[in-house]
Nanobody
């Protein structure tokens, strides 16, 4: 079992930056692939970024690949999402997710554990 708690969301102007954190419980964090997803009002939840267990492999949605960076600190059981050059269309609830696996998935279905989400609002 893994419990995930996101933090770091908030209100920011377009062009600004935020860093989201996701703290995980348990002693086997380094065995989990981690992902970030987001859900905007009236839209389906979508993939944002994912990172391998050791952090050496990352994947991004095309819409964020040149602006967001996913990273992890396995000593702190935490995964991060650094978001730069934010746009109003980045407004959404951001969720982190975990899966006990080797493969780095970019779709929702494989992930077993989800956080409650943190709201990111980007004003124009």
């Amino acid at each position: 079992q893994v419990q995930l708690v996101e933090s770091g969301g908030g209100l920011v102007q377009a062009g600004g930056s935020l860093r989201l954190s996701c703290a995980a419980s348990g002693r086997t964090f380094s065995s989990y692939v981690m992902g970030w997803f987001r859900q905007a009002p009236g839209k389906e939840r979508e993939f944002v970024a994912a990172i391998s267990r050791g952090g050496g492999t990352t994947h991004y949605a095309d819409s964020v690949s040149d602006r967001f960076t996913i990273s992890r600190d396995n000593t702190k059981n935490t995964v991060y999402l650094q978001m730069n050059s934010l746009k109003p269309e980045d407004t959404a609830i951001y969720y982190c997710a975990a899966k006990y696996t080797v493969a780095v998935y970019t779709t929702m279905a494989p992930y077993d554990y989800w956080g409650q989400g943190t709201q990111v609002t980007v004003s124009s």
